[in-house]
């Protein structure tokens, strides 16, 4: 019996330590008492402008998402709205932009696939242009009051394919509204 004296306190002194480390990081959070209790009944998942998911005072490390702007090839790319029917995420780029933008980016890419490319930091303007030029066509389909319409980001990407000078210049363009897109 003496030996097991020792052991409820250290199993006491556990659970001790261990309610305290958790309501340490509820009250580190503002989630304790009848707060925590009103939060709990009111929570749903919530999309919020800058294009993240989750409720505003979730628990940070539970939902990993990018923190991205309404308007940015990221944020279509995510999924988090739905697509404009007028096009499709499995357009073809091709039959998007038209026949001119086939020898620079194949018959096959989709914009879905061109929203989602990486290798246009460092790498070539015109994939960068592609980038920057799928998401702007989607904001001024979705967008009211995007800077350019949807015909404009269509021409301005087929006049940018001339040269690696010109893509540059307008995916930079295309880069900024999308960025201060609201």
């Given at each position: 019996?003496?030996?097991?004296?020792?052991?409820?306190?250290?199993?006491?002194?556990?659970?001790?330590?261990?309610?305290?480390?958790?309501?340490?990081?509820?009250?580190?959070?503002?989630?304790?008492?009848?707060?925590?209790?009103?939060?709990?009944?009111?929570?749903?998942?919530?999309?919020?402008?800058?294009?993240?998911?989750?409720?505003?005072?979730?628990?940070?490390?539970?939902?990993?998402?990018?923190?991205?702007?309404?308007?940015?090839?990221?944020?279509?790319?995510?999924?988090?709205?739905?697509?404009?029917?007028?096009?499709?995420?499995e357009a073809a780029v091709s039959k998007v932009f038209g026949s001119r933008s086939v020898e620079k980016y194949g018959p096959r890419l989709t914009l879905l696939e061109a929203t989602m490319r990486t290798d246009d930091i460092g790498g070539s303007a015109f994939v960068k242009l592609v980038k920057q030029g799928s998401a702007a066509l989607l904001n001024a389909y979705t967008r009211r009051g995007f800077p350019f319409d949807s015909w404009e980001v269509k021409a301005l990407l087929l006049e940018a394919l001339v040269s690696e000078e010109a893509a540059a210049i307008q995916a930079e363009r295309f880069e900024q509204a999308n960025e201060s897109c609201v």
């Open positions: 019996m003496g030996s097991q004296a020792p052991l409820r306190s250290l199993a006491l002194a556990g659970f001790v330590f261990l309610c305290s480390s958790f309501w340490a990081a509820n009250g580190m959070y503002g989630r304790v008492g009848v707060a925590a209790a009103l939060e709990g009944e009111n929570r749903r998942m919530r999309l919020h402008t800058d294009g993240s998911r989750g409720d505003a005072h979730a628990w940070p490390g539970y939902l990993y998402t990018r923190a991205v702007g309404r308007c940015t090839p990221q944020f279509w790319s995510s999924g988090a709205e739905p697509w404009p029917n007028i096009v499709p995420q």
